[in-house]
């Protein structure tokens, strides 16, 4: 049914921002007194330029590429691995929470997006993904 498709992702801020959510609330619910959650506040700036970092690494995925019923991920640095998609994936009306194993057993979640503000991909290849993840189930 399908023969292959590209859903190319890229790294988004907001994206990066919901990463920092459990921080912040962590920050705003320790009980202390807001002299002493300050600290919390360079250790998320921290946290966040590290995960933006992290999305632009040679070594990260910027593009999936699905071929008849195989995942393939394209990193940066040019290279492709086959990508094998875990049970604890979940999708949503315009979302995907995408856990892949690479075959050297390395586990890799993608938050994909197609929500105005926090998009980093297109829709049309999101809608195609949710459809062969619902197809080809794990």
Known sequence: MFSRFDI???PSGAITMLHLLPWLVLAT????TALH???FL???GA?????????????????????????????????QTRLQVLASTRTGSGWVWLRVRNPDGRR???????RAGFRNTGT?????????????TC
């Open 37 to 39: 959650s300050l600290w």
């Open 42 to 44: 360079p250790l998320t």
């Open 8 to 10: 190319p992702i890229q």
């Open 29 to 32: 619910l320790s009980g202390v």
């Open 124 to 136: 049309d290849n999101l809608r195609q993904l949710i459809g062969w993840l619902r197809l080809n």
């Open 108 to 114: 890799q979640t993608l938050l994909l997006s197609s």
């Open 47 to 79: 946290i966040g330029i590290a995960a933006l970092v992290e999305l632009r690494r040679t070594g990260q995925l910027c593009r999936l590429c699905v071929i008849d019923d195989r995942l393939e991920g394209h990193l940066r640095d040019g290279s």
